[in-house]
């Protein structure tokens, strides 16, 4: 229970205020910073704040106020009064107050605010006369019993814009603006019949009837429907409850010399210094982004109101050299004078939280480890990728899962061999490859598409995790398409589109829009270069990418990846030639048959590895042995299967029959990984002498090499132990035939749990071990990674689970397993073999910021993800350093 002695009212105002900016929890953002911004001297029109912990005794005393809470308000109401030298309910010179909301953070659903509180009939007539404004009087009146109605009584907004409306048309009149006095004053009496036939009593007339009632309504929308759920989808949990706001009004609606806006103290979009906003002469509250009137641009208040201009520069200066931070401010001239309503850190693009702290860090304002904390790893993607040029006003069709950012726009193809063939055909036109969802089979199409678009599948699906993989835009799970190939078209709605046409995509928020949008490329510019500097001098984990291509390669060391952490070498078996081989490879009869097969694979891996050897210059590469299953590679439709057989000579009953062979219940948990070259180790073996030879090939070229042979999905170390000695037994060969040895590692990946809980045994083989957590995640909670969108939305919203834990590694659980195989796998490797087990990760967590955060308390050696991912983890990896982050989600 609360004692007499809690302060629950803070006063703020004459250029002191109780509260500072740094009691957010207490006073709300918006009671803070009006609090904080008095005390520093900037103009802010007297009023005070009831706490956030009145709020919470409200509820807790069975929506009962504490008693102290009156007198207090009481006498924060007199210094109100006393400072703007009027007294509240007067009926000649009204003190009129807004009633404001405010958590501590700002959510929607909260009460609106209410303005022009403390009108009633008799004051609004004081109000015409002191001001000589009738207009403006009855103006003010009618928007209070509109937003006290419709904000703290409950009535619907529309009862009132259907007077509005009806008045306009029987006074012939187009704008709220054309509507003189005595209209207003006829509107006053129709908004009070609408008022009393649904509140069931008349307008207060009593303003502080008026005030307790706005008070109790803003405590009340705390738990409202809309401010509950709202808190329950973004897992806001710990708020005592909202801050009331009550301040002086003052008005932007007086004349020619009054106005309102909203500016941001720097370029939110670019980060440049300079003044960005919004204002409207003769104007009240929302109007500026209410779209009733189009606004003007703040520069231009430089012409219309030099003084005023000035004074909100000084302001602007003022506000950034106390917080320290770009802010969103709000403000409000009355005849000339201004004043501020808000202000609070203003939202941002990544290259804008890029730009504005560096630039900070050059001002003196932060220092570089405030500039990295300050800028969210993710938002770095608008830095890296295309994206719709900002000007234009092509609006969205339709709109999936945003699966992977950055905008693309192309010719519509609706098959992966279609794209293949077109591209063929015209090797410069951009393709947008749209199906319902996409496989392995349709890799090749894929990789030439400029984006893709699906219309199932969730963020975790096939489409979704290559596209991201490549840093192609993506959008999936866009059930809004209808795709008919036969007829060669899709349609979204009424709208037809033919292959052929151009379809645009933006991956960054899953909008789908018809025709040929344009798009801007990235500018990695210098702040981005700076920024990423001071992160590499900062952070301790190394970053590393998957890449299986020297593109790929190539790019992510332009983005400063620091080796390969995952080559998967099965994507190299299916283009072209490749895969008529590997399906030779597959249906062979006998070992023989394999080795033959295998030896026509054999260059194309090896100049596979000495392009990546070479782009990564001396830099480690994981390559990981073949993983899938072999049935990937064979057709599984009738079409494709007589074809295999005409292109390979053998009759497709066998072809058939080797697919049925090959089928299995669980495809993933079958015969692959490591269990490959256990049924048939030519497989292995012709793999690891292409990655040796290549080496070879490589050094002799006089550089340096550090290939890193990765035997995946080992359960046991049995399984380890006979492929390592099958590899050592190949370089050995290789060697010799050469005349020249290569370093290299032999190592595992961490995907089974049975492999996390042995890692003790594992480490006496493996030489390094790197945490497979897309597998492991699958095998820890029997989850299927490409059919858990049938289910995940449900389990996060009934909060079984936090996030999807194929994108945010699961620490409780899959993270427990990471931290024990890692333990023991290092002890017994230290003691067995006196080193230090080289541990890394390569799921797609590797690119996900609160995983490498994870990562690095786990100690682990480095990270590795997608090349576009690269510069994200760097600067999480720097953040992890740096302990305690705390960002805006
Ligand atoms: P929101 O949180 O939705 O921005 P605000 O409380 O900031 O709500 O207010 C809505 C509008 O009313 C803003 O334009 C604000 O500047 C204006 N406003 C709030 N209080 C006053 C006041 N005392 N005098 C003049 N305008 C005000
Ligand atoms: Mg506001
Ligand atoms: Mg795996």
Redesign the pocket.
């Known amino acids: 229970m609360s004692t007499s002695k809690s302060k629950y009212v803070y006063s703020f105002g004459g250029g002191k205020a109780e509260g500072r900016s740094d009691m957010k929890e207490l006073l709300g953002g918006?009671g803070a910073n009006l609090a904080e911004m008095s005390s520093i001297g900037i103009p802010v029109?007297p009023g005070f704040t009831i706490t956030t912990e009145v709020c919470h005794e409200y509820y807790e005393g069975g929506k009962k106020l504490p008693e102290a809470v009156k007198p207090q308000v009481e006498e924060a109401l007199l210094h109100v009064e006393k400072i703007a030298g009027k007294k509240f309910g007067d009926p000649k010179d009204p003190l009129l107050v807004?009633v404001?909301s405010g958590a501590a953070l700002s959510m929607p659903g909260m009460m609106?605010?209410i303005?022009n509180l403390g009108l009633n009939d008799e004051s609004v007539e004081g109000l015409a006369a002191k001001t000589d404004n009738p207009r403006f009087a009855y103006d003010g009146y009618r928007r209070l019993i509109d937003m006290f109605g419709s904000t703290a009584m409950g009535v619907d907004h529309e009862h009132f814009e259907h007077e509005l409306t009806a008045l306009k048309k029987e006074k012939n009149v187009k704008l709220d603006t054309d509507l003189s006095a005595a209209d207003l004053k006829e509107l006053v009496k129709r908004y009070k019949a609408v008022y009393s036939k649904h509140v069931g009593e008349g307008f207060p007339q009593d303003p502080k009837d008026q005030l307790w009632k706005a008070i109790m309504a803003v405590f009340n929308s705390w738990m409202g429907n809309k401010a509950v759920q709202y808190r329950r989808i973004e897992r806001i949990t710990g708020l005592k409850g909202t801050a009331v706001n009550v301040?002086?009004?003052?008005f932007g609606n007086t004349g020619g010399d009054s106005g309102?806006g909203v500016a941001f103290t720097r370029d939110p979009n670019t980060g440049e210094d300079v003044f960005y906003g919004d204002y409207l002469i003769n104007a009240q509250?929302?109007d500026v982004v209410a779209g009733i009137r189009t606004p003007e641009p703040i520069s231009k208040l430089h012409e219309e109101m030099p003084k005023v201009y000035g004074q909100l520069m000084d302001i602007r200066k003022k506000l950034e050299t106390h917080y320290k931070e770009m802010q969103d401010i709000?403000f409000?001239v009355e005849k000339g004078t201004l004043y501020m309503?808000?202000t609070r850190t203003g939202k941002r693009t990544g290259s804008s939280a890029v730009r504005i702290a560096v630039e900070m860090v050059k001002e003196g304002l932060i220092d570089e480890k405030t500039a990295l904390k300050r800028v969210n790893p993710d938002s770095l993607n608008h830095l890296l990728l295309p994206q719709l040029d900002p000007k234009s006003k092509v609006k969205a069709v339709a709109t999936g899962i945003a699966a992977s950012p950055g905008a693309a726009c192309g010719k519509v193809i609706l098959s992966a061999d279609a794209a293949v063939a077109h591209h063929e055909a015209h090797p410069n036109d951009a393709i947008l490859l749209v199906r319902k969802e996409t496989s392995p089979e349709d890799v090749a199409g894929m990789h030439l598409a400029k984006g893709i678009l699906t219309a199932t599948g969730g963020k975790a699906s096939h489409a979704a995790v290559v596209a991201r993989g490549w840093g192609k835009p993506c959008v999936v799970g866009c059930d809004a398409i209808h795709i008919d190939e036969k007829k060669g078209q899709i349609t979204i709605g009424d709208q037809v589109v033919k292959v052929g046409d151009y379809l645009t995509i933006n991956g960054t928020n899953g909008d789908v829009m018809v025709g040929q949008v344009p798009t801007v490329d990235p500018s990695i510019s210098g702040h981005f270069a700076e920024l990423m500097g001071w992160a590499d001098k900062t952070r301790t984990l190394k970053v590393r990418t998957n890449a299986d291509a020297p593109a790929d390669a190539k790019k992510a060391r332009e983005f400063g990846a620091e080796g390969i952490g995952l080559c998967r070498t099965e994507h190299m078996f299916f283009e072209g030639q490749r895969i008529v081989d590997m399906r030779k490879m597959i249906l062979a009869d006998d070992t023989a048959g394999r080795e033959k097969a295998l030896s026509a694979l054999e260059p194309y891996q090896r100049e596979d590895f000495v392009g990546i050897f070479e782009a990564m210059d001396g830099l480690p590469v994981t390559i990981r042995l073949l993983d899938p299953p072999l049935h990937e590679f064979l057709p599984h439709d009738e079409a494709g299967q007589s074809e295999v057989a005409k292109q390979l000579g053998i009759p497709v009953e066998k072809v058939k029959r080797r697919v049925e062979q090959l089928h299995e219940a669980n495809p993933m948990l079958g015969l692959r990984g490591c269990r490959l070259p256990i049924k048939f180790p030519e497989i292995g073996d012709m793999q690891v002498r292409a990655i040796l030879e290549a080496a070879i090939e490589v050094k002799k070229k006089g550089k340096s090499v550090l290939p890193e042979i990765m035997i995946p999905l080992v359960g046991t170390v049995e399984e380890l132990a006979i492929l390592k000695k099958r590899a050592l037994a190949v370089a050995e060969q290789v060697f010799k035939k050469h005349g020249t040895k290569v370093e290299f590692l032999i190592g595992t990946m961490i995907e089974i749990p049975r492999a996390a809980l042995t890692a003790d045994q594992i480490a006496e083989e493996a030489e390094f071990f790197s945490f497979g957590t897309n597998d492991l995640t699958q095998l820890t909670f029997g989850f299927s990674r490409d059919d858990i969108g049938s289910f995940m939305p449900a389990y996060v919203d009934q909060k079984i689970l936090p996030v999807d834990p194929f994108q945010t590694l699961d620490q409780k659980g899959v993270g427990q397993l990471v931290e024990v195989g890692t333990q023991r796998g290092r002890k017994a490797r230290k003691e067995k073999h006196d080193q230090h087990l080289k541990v890394g990760i390569c799921g797609e967590h590797g690119g996900d910021p609160e995983s490498v955060v994870f990562c690095h308390k786990v100690g682990m050696d480095y990270v590795s993800c997608s090349p576009f991912r690269v510069p994200i983890a760097r600067l999480a990896a720097a953040q992890a350093a740096l302990g305690n982050v705390s960002r805006d989600k």
């Open positions: 918006k029109p807004s404001r609106n605010t303005l301040q002086a009004m003052v309102t509250g929302e709000e409000t309503l808000q």
